[in-house]
C-alpha cells in the first residue's frame, strides 16, 4: 500500500461528489475505516458519469448502517422501515414510471428481515436497481448474526461461531429473475463505478452486492485486525471471473471472493409486461399511468 | 376540485360495500392500488383491477400486507392517491407501515374489513373487534382517522371522504368497515363526476432552494413536495427536523411527535363525523357505529314501545372520538348503551368521556354474526331504569 505523504486540506464543498451528498449531514455516522462510504462515492461517480437527471432519481433506504445513505445522497430519499425498502421503491416506480429507482440497503435489512421482498421484486423483474452492502453482519444493532454470516465466522449472537449455512446472495438474485447480477468489493473502485453505471443503463431487477468491511464488530469479534486490514484481504481475496455460474460463487469464511458481472440480460420488465398484455387484451380502452405519474391535478 | 369523470361510474347500482368501497376510492383520484388477498374485502380490490386499467390506475397484488403498505406509502410521495384494503390479520401486518405513514405524514387510506379475530379467528364472518387496533396499532404516539360506514352508499360517499381527510391531513385514514357492510347489496347512486368534490394534493409553492419538507404554518400540516420534482427532499421515519433529517434529541422528539398528534386532536372539529338522532329529552343515549348502527335503530324502536326515551348517536368517524359530544350528553342522560361487535372497546371510551356523569352500558357480542336487537333492547330498559 502507497501511503500518504502529505494531506492536502480540500475544504467541504471542493469534495468531488459534494454536489451528489448532503453536505449539511456532515460528518456522516459510520465507522472509521467502514466500506459503505466507498461504495457511496462509486455510486454517485456513475451518476454522474451517466449524466443521470437527479431530479428523476430517487433512492430508498431500509434500516441499519448502509441504511442511511438513503439520507446522505441529494436526491429524493427515503430511509423506510426495516426490510421494506423494496417494497416502498415498488410504489414509487409505480406512481411515477419515469423515475429513477435505487434501493440502496444492507444484507440483513434486504434479503433478512426484507427477504420476501427481495424475492418477489426479483420474480417480477421490477425496475429498481438494488445495491446491497453486505459486511456478514448485522452492525448497527452490535454484530448479531446475520443471515450472510460465513459459516463458522462468529458473531454477537453465534458467540462459538455461525453453524447457519448463509445465502449465496447473486445466485439467489439470478434464480429469481434478476436480469442483471454483478458482485464487487468495495476497493474495486474502477469495476463498482462502472458496473453502478452500466446498471443504471439497464431496466428491471438490477442487482449488485458489494462486500465491505464492519472494522467495528465483524472484524473485531472475528479478530481480524482493523477494517482497512480487510478492505484490502477482500479486494485481494477476490477472483474475478465474469459469467461465473452462480451456484459456484458462495462465500466462506476467510477465503475467495468471486467477483464481476455474473448476469447481463433482457428480459420484460413488470411494467414493460404490464402494458403489453393490457394493450393486448383491452386495445385502446388501456389507459397506461402516465410516466409523470398518477397523480390528477384540478 | 371536481372528480376526475375517468373515475366515476356515475349511475344509480345495486352494489355490496367492497364495490362500493373501490367505486368511492376510483371517484376519489384513487391511482394506485396495493393489496393482497385476503375475506372478506378481497372484492374492493377485484373491482379495481378490472377498472384501473381503464383510467390510468396501477393495481398491484404484493407479497404479502407488509409489501402492500410500504408500496402504498411509496405511491403516495409521487403525489398519486394510493389504498390498499385487508382484514384483520392483513391489518396486523399492516401497522407497522401505518406507523411509517404518520411519521412521513404521508397521504393514503387503509380499508379494513373486519372479521372475527383474535388470530385467523372468523374469516367469513362480521366483526368490529379492529377499533381499538385503528387507534393504537402500531407503535408510539400518533393520531389517525378512522371512518365506519353503515351501508353500501355510505360505504361510497365516506371512502372519497376519507381520500379528502387524508389529503387535508397527511395522515393515513381507516376505513373501518364490517364484513356485513362490505357483503351486504343495497342502492348505491353514484352523482356525476362534477358533484363530487375532491381533495387535490396540496403541492409546495415554495422553490426547491427554500423548501423545508416538515416546516408548517398556522395549520400544522406541511406543504408537499413530491419525488421526482426536483426537491431533492429527505424523509424518514426516525425523529426528525423541519428538513427531515434525523434529530435524535428530546427537545425534537417532543416537538416532532407532538405536531403529528395536535394536527388532528386540534382539528377534530372539523373530523369528527357523527348522526345524533332523539338526543334531546332523552333519558337514555344508544352509541353504535357500523352494521351494528342498523340492528341498534330496531333496538331504540322497540324501546320506545316500552316507553322508554331512546335517542341514538351514530358514530360515523370512530377515530378522533367525538368526546365533546359524549361529555356534553353525559351532563343530561341517565346512560348510554354501546352495542358493538366486540367484548367493549368503544364502551370504554364512552365511558371515560362520560367521566361519571352517566353510565355505560356496554352490549358486548363476541362475533360471527349481528346483535339480536333484544339483547340491546334489555339493555336499554335497564339503562332506563
Known amino acids: 500500500m502507497s501511503t500518504i505523504a502529505e494531506r492536502v486540506p480540500v475544504r467541504p464543498e471542493e469534495h468531488p461528489i459534494a454536489p451528489y451528498i448532503r453536505m449539511d449531514r456532515m460528518p456522516h455516522i459510520w465507522c472509521p475505516t467502514c466500506g459503505i462510504g466507498t461504495v457511496v462515492k462509486c455510486y454517485a461517480k456513475a451518476l454522474e458519469q451517466a449524466a443521470v437527471d437527479l431530479d428523476k432519481a430517487v433512492i430508498v433506504s431500509g434500516i441499519g448502517c448502509t441504511g442511511r445513505v438513503a439520507g446522505y445522497m441529494k436526491l429524493d430519499g427515503f430511509h423506510t422501515t426495516h426490510g421494506r425498502a423494496i417494497p416502498f421503491a415498488t410504489g414509487l416506480k409505480l406512481g411515477r414510471p419515469e423515475l429513477l429507482v435505487t434501493v440502496f440497503s444492507g444484507d440483513g435489512d434486504l434479503v433478512g428481515i426484507g427477504g420476501n421482498h427481495f424475492i418477489h421484486a426479483a420474480r417480477r423483474n421490477m425496475d429498481l436497481l438494488v445495491i446491497l452492502v453486505n459486511n456478514f453482519i448485522y452492525a448497527m444493532t452490535g454484530g448479531q448474526n446475520a443471515p450472510t454470516t460465513p459459516l463458522s465466522a462468529r458473531s454477537s449472537t453465534m458467540p462459538f461461531g455461525n453453524f447457519e449455512r448463509p445465502f449465496n446472495l447473486p445466485h439467489l438474485a439470478a434464480s429469481c429473475g434478476a436480469t442483471y447480477v454483478a458482485r464487487w468489493t468495495c476497493l474495486h473502485l474502477r469495476q463498482l463505478t462502472k458496473a453502478f453505471r452500466e446498471a443504471i443503463g439497464r431496466k428491471g431487477f438490477r442487482f449488485i452486492e458489494v462486500i465491505t468491511p464492519c472494522a467495528t464488530l465483524y472484524a473485531r469479534l472475528n479478530k481480524l485486525g482493523t477494517g482497512l486490514n480487510l478492505m484490502q484481504f477482500y479486494h485481494d481475496s477476490a477472483e474475478i471471473r465474469h459469467g461465473a455460474d452462480t451456484r459456484e460463487v458462495d462465500i466462506a469464511f476467510q477465503e475467495r471472493i468471486v467477483c464481476g458481472k455474473f448476469l447481463d440480460e433482457e428480459r420484460p420488465t413488470f411494467l414493460e409486461m404490464m402494458h403489453e398484455h393490457y394493450r393486448k387484451m383491452l386495445g385502446d380502452r388501456y389507459v397506461p399511468t402516465p410516466p409523470s405519474g398518477g397523480m390528477i391535478r384540478g | ?385
Not at chain 2, 185 to 192: A, D, F, G, Q, R
Not at chain 2, 280 to 305: C, F, K, S
Open chain 2, 1 to 385: 376540485m371536481k372528480a376526475d369523470p375517468a373515475g366515476v361510474l356515475s349511475g344509480v347500482h345495486y352494489l355490496d360495500g367492497d364495490f362500493a368501497c373501490g367505486e368511492g376510492a376510483m371517484a376519489a383520484g384513487c391511482r394506485f392500488v396495493a393489496g393482497y388477498p385476503i375475506t372478506p374485502s378481497t372484492e374492493v380490490v377485484e373491482r379495481i383491477a378490472r377498472r384501473f386499467p381503464l383510467m390510468g390506475g396501477t393495481f398491484i397484488q404484493m407479497e404479502d400486507e407488509l409489501a402492500s403498505m410500504a408500496a402504498v406509502v411509496g405511491a403516495s410521495w409521487t403525489g398519486t392517491k394510493s389504498m390498499t384494503v385487508t382484514s384483520g390479520p392483513g391489518f396486523s401486518l399492516m401497522m407497522e407501515n401505518i406507523g411509517l405513514a404518520t411519521m412521513m405524514e404521508t397521504p393514503c387510506v387503509v380499508v379494513n374489513v373486519q372479521r372475527g379475530g383474535p388470530s385467523t379467528g372468523l374469516p367469513t364472518m362480521v366483526g368490529q373487534a379492529d377499533m381499538m387496533q385503528a387507534r393504537w396499532g402500531s407503535h408510539g404516539d400518533y393520531e389517525v382517522i378512522a371512518l365506519c360506514p353503515q351501508s353500501p352508499q355510505e360505504t361510497f360517499d365516506l371512502t372519497v371522504d376519507a381520500f379528502n381527510l387524508s389529503e387535508r391531513y397527511r395522515v393515513p385514514v381507516l376505513m373501518m368497515m364490517d364484513e356485513c357492510v362490505g357483503h351486504m347489496t343495497e342502492k348505491v347512486v353514484i352523482p356525476p363526476a362534477d358533484g363530487i368534490e375532491v381533495a387535490p394534493r396540496a403541492l409546495t409553492s415554495v422553490p426547491p432552494e427554500q423548501f423545508l419538507p416538515y416546516r408548517v404554518n398556522g395549520r400544522l400540516v406541511p406543504e408537499f413536495a413530491r419525488a421526482g420534482d426536483g426537491y431533492r427532499f429527505h424523509t424518514t421515519g426516525l425523529t426528525h427536523d423541519e428538513r427531515g433529517y434525523p434529530v435524535m434529541s428530546v427537545e425534537c422528539q417532543q416537538l416532532c411527535v407532538s405536531r403529528l398528534v395536535q394536527k388532528i386532536r386540534g382539528s377534530a372539529d372539523d373530523i369528527v363525523r357523527f348522526e345524533d338522532t332523539d338526543t334531546e329529552g332523552a333519558e337514555v343515549v344508544v352509541v353504535a357505529y357500523g352494521i351494528t348502527a342498523r340492528v341498534a335503530r330496531m333496538a331504540i324502536e322497540l324501546a320506545r314501545r316500552k316507553g322508554v326515551k331512546v335517542g341514538f348517536l351514530r358514530l360515523i368517524a370512530v377515530w378522533p372520538f367525538p368526546e365533546k359530544r359524549v361529555r356534553d350528553l353525559a351532563r343530561r342522560v341517565k346512560a348510554f348503551v354501546v352495542p358493538e361487535i366486540n367484548l367493549g372497546q368503544i364502551v370504554l371510551e364512552v365511558e371515560r368521556c362520560a367521566g361519571g356523569g352517566a353510565g355505560a352500558i356496554a352490549v358486548p357480542h363476541a362475533g360471527g354474526s349481528v346483535h339480536d336487537p333484544e339483547a340491546i333492547v334489555e339493555a336499554i330498559v335497564r339503562a332506563a331504569r
